[in-house]
């Protein structure tokens, strides 16, 4: 229902403004904006009824765990929940541990951020949240706490409640006025993600160049897959959705992969016209139209798949183009065929045939590096306050800390905390006009709402604008900081000063620690990552059982997107060799697992898949082309004595031992480490 209030511009008027001052304002801003103003001034007045001691905090929270969907903003709210736990807790511990040795306390307390720090680096999404937070919250708690260490406990859990009253009122808000539909969001994602897909796969065997869209799609899998995560958390039935839709960001992956190593192939010039290729092409292209594979495409693989036993069955000349080609396709068109077939299961109360597991690119020097930084910020912070003596010196510290938590993870830390610096002087601008000229002459809540609430539908405008995303989450923190409306007294000039001073020279110092130790080296972390890859590619070889295909393709996937977060700082040719490089491991440890998983089948196959496995797990590329040609002429004299399925399966051991075979022939010099 739609209405107006006389003598006020309507809803579609204020919008209409917006859009022309701000044109590139996302949709929903507005409402994303009024809808967190007003939950957090619902909960400055119950933090007020409930006659606690801060809180600015509860009201803080709504803008902290405000997020652009239901999904996500529950999400990140259970992990908030959890972070402050443990953080509450661990900032008692500390407390009454080192009530006696205060020398110990600060050096304990920036161990703990910077093993929060480490630990963040290898967690994902929210997950990563927690564990920063469960670092800045034992560090703010216990900084009240220990010039009060008989009250530690309460403030503990004082801290506590705003944070409870802060996501409970975020969480009213955003149930009633933004719900939301999950499970069709999910669904819309995923149709268009498939309709990608298919065009990019249809370019590919037309030999178009098109590597930053595959890039793309392996990136946006994971993306895909987190939206999922966070439609979870709002609508618990999608839970039960995600396998599938695993499943069919997998066989989406399979298939780029595969076009892409047709087109490769195809591009060295070492393939004949395949009117197979031709045929799938424009097969493609009639389903990138409909949106519906039905049975042409399975029906067309099928034909792949006699051909390529065909083709296998033949003795090996010194030109296997045809024979990879076909497998290749074959690859594809399975790839698609198991990514539809999952989307159709999205409706049906089906779980997958198995738990999908998805891994994850981990860099422990990274971590390392994240936990020492955090830790020396920390250390450096308190020993400044402790020579200067400043009376502010404990603000320093605890905001030295958060920003050595909340950022120690990020790609660029230094360029994300100067953002973040931004906003808060902004913050503090805006403190300086509420505290000290507006805010005087309020005596209700009601007037001291309506003020508030001008710069906080600002603050939300400018939360959701990609360019003042930054500035506009640190200006939501540090405005109520700034303000500090409570039930008693305004804050002072000199309090103010100090505690401004205090927040801007802690976010600067963990800037330029951050800038000092251990600076951003792209280059490299490239290097760690391809040592990454070719190490597990070996712990593949040594052990196939330790691994899932799901497993070492979503790494991969992971892996890619990072590669593309090197670009403007790596040469673009490097990174669009590395692509290919990671494309071309990713199918050797593929065919490995493969490979291993027809060893348990057919023994006839165990010896020769041992072979090759070993020449790759000690890293024998030179002699891994001729055990290959070997092996596959063994399976392939075994497989004229057989028929049947038992001849179908060593033919295709056959056709992955000559695609491992390719593979470490073209790329040979990234799998020596030659080319990092």
């Not at 967190?36 to 765990?65: H, K, Q």
């Not at 190593?261 to 591009?267: D, G, L, P, V």
């Not at 280059?523 to 070889?541: F, M, P």
Request: proline share 5%; with cysteine; aromatic share 8%.
């Amino acid at each position: 229902m739609k209405f107006s209030v006389p003598g006020l511009p309507s809803i579609a008027t204020v919008r209409a403004a917006l859009r022309a001052a701000w044109p590139t304002l996302p949709p929903g801003a507005l409402g994303f904006a009024l809808r967190n103003t007003a939950a957090s001034l619902l909960a400055l007045y119950i933090a007020f009824r409930m006659d606690l001691d801060d809180p600015v905090w509860a009201a803080s929270t709504v803008w902290i765990v405000a997020q652009g969907s239901r999904g996500m903003g529950l999400s990140k709210s259970q992990y908030r929940i959890l972070g402050t736990a443990i953080g509450a807790a661990v900032a008692l511990a500390l407390t009454s541990a080192f009530e006696q040795t205060p020398q110990l306390f600060l050096p304990a307390l920036a161990a703990w951020i910077g093993l929060c720090a480490g630990i963040a680096t290898f967690q994902r999404n929210f997950r990563a949240y927690a564990a920063v937070l469960a670092g800045y919250t034992a560090a703010i708690v216990a900084m009240d706490a220990v010039s009060e260490p008989l009250h530690a406990f309460d403030i503990a859990v004082a801290r506590f409640l705003y944070v409870v009253v802060g996501i409970l009122c975020a969480a009213l808000f955003e149930t009633v006025f933004a719900p939301g539909a999950p499970l069709k969001d999910v669904r819309t994602r995923l149709a268009r993600y498939l309709d990608r897909a298919v065009a990019v796969g249809a370019g590919a065997l037309r030999r178009e160049p098109n590597d930053a869209a595959v890039h793309r799609l392996f990136a946006d899998a994971l993306e895909l897959d987190t939206a999922a995560e966070y439609a979870a958390a709002g609508a618990p039935p999608v839970r039960n959705m995600i396998g599938h839709l695993r499943v069919a960001a997998l066989g989406v992956l399979t298939a780029q992969a595969a076009g892409q190593a047709i087109r490769e192939h195809a591009a060295r010039g070492g393939a004949a016209p395949e009117p197979l290729v031709d045929e799938a092409a424009s097969m493609l292209d009639r389903v990138a139209v409909s949106g519906d594979a039905g049975h042409e495409m399975a029906a067309l693989r099928a034909r792949v798949d006699d051909a390529l036993r065909v083709e296998a069955a033949v003795p090996a000349g010194p030109d296997t183009s045809r024979l990879l080609t076909l497998d290749r396709l074959s690859a594809l068109l399975g790839g698609f065929d198991r990514a539809f077939a999952s989307q159709a299961l999205l409706d049906r109360p089906v779980p997958p045939p198995a738990r999908v597991r998805y891994a994850f690119h981990r860099d422990p020097v990274l971590a390392c590096h994240n936990g020492v930084r955090a830790f020396i910020a920390v250390l450096a912070a308190s020993a400044i306050w402790i020579f200067t003596a400043w009376p502010a010196g404990g603000g320093f510290v605890a905001i030295t800390a958060v920003v050595s938590a909340l950022f120690s993870t990020r790609p660029n830390s230094v360029r994300a905390i100067v953002g973040f610096m931004k906003g808060t002087a902004c913050a503090a601008v805006a403190g300086v006009v509420c505290n000290f000229a507006l805010l005087p002459a309020v005596s209700g809540f009601e007037m001291l709402a309506y003020i508030l609430g001008v710069f906080l539908i600002g603050t939300g405008l400018a939360i959701r604008h990609p360019r003042t995303a930054t500035m506009g989450s640190a200006f939501s923190i540090f405005f109520w900081n700034f303000t500090s409306p409570n039930n008693t007294t305004r804050i002072g000039d000199a309090a103010f000063l100090n505690s401004a001073l205090a927040t801007l020279l802690g976010i600067a110092f963990g800037a330029l620690v951050f800038a000092l130790v251990f600076p951003g080296d792209p280059g490299t972390s490239r290097r760690r990552l391809h040592r990454a890859v070719r190490h597990d590619l070996a712990g593949i070889a040594r052990d196939p059982r330790a691994w899932s295909a799901s497993a070492w393709l979503s790494r991969t996937a992971d892996r890619l997107a990072r590669e593309l977060g090197f670009a403007g700082s790596v040469a673009q040719t490097s990174i669009e060799h590395d692509m290919r490089d990671l494309l071309a491991i990713w199918g050797i440890g593929d065919s490995l697992l493969s490979l291993a998983e027809l060893a348990t089948r057919e023994p006839a196959a165990g010896r020769a898949a041992a072979v090759v496995r070993g020449r790759v797990a000690r890293a024998d590329y030179a002699r891994l082309e001729r055990s290959c040609d070997a092996a596959a002429r063994l399976l392939r004299r075994r497989a004229a004595a057989r028929d049947g399925d038992d001849a179908h399966a060593l033919l295709n051991g056959v056709v992955l031992l000559h695609r491992i075979a390719d593979a470490a022939a073209e790329h040979g010099d990234f799998l020596r480490g030659h080319r990092d």
